[in-house]
């Protein structure tokens, strides 16, 4: 099971954009559904956005449609996760999940905040 590290978190004005990076310790290719969830202070962990492998295939929850973009760079194991006009209802921890297509097992980063001022 790899592990992953969240990086590329701060303080960003409304309507800015960020990019967080989500480093692999191994391969994900083949394997992994790289993911990128964020919990609000207060509020329950919800699913942002994820991508299959392979296929390339990328879902997004209503909020960020439009607005983030999920990448994976499989040859460097690095996924990725583009915010553009950022809301301040976007503030909270960003974490990154490798999930295990055949496991199903989840790999955790210890996430990494981002803050939306107006």
């Known amino acids: 099971q790899v592990q992953v590290a969240e990086s590329g978190g701060g303080l960003v004005q409304a309507g800015g954009s960020l990019r967080l990076t989500c480093a692999a310790t191994?391969?994900?290719?083949?394997?992994?559904?790289m993911g990128w969830y964020r919990q609000a202070p207060g509020k329950q962990r919800e699913l942002v956005a994820f991508i299959t492998p392979q296929t390339n295939n990328a879902r997004y929850v209503d909020s960020v449609r439009g607005r983030f973009t999920i990448a994976r760079d499989d040859a460097k194991n690095m996924a990725y996760l583009q915010m553009s006009d950022r809301r301040r209802e976007d503030t909270a921890v960003y974490y990154c999940?490798?999930?295990?297509?055949?496991?199903?097992?989840?790999?955790w980063g210890k996430g990494t905040q981002v803050t939306v001022s107006s």
């Open positions: 191994d391969r994900i290719g083949e394997n992994y559904i």
């Open positions: 999940d490798a999930r295990n297509l055949w496991s199903r097992l989840d790999s």
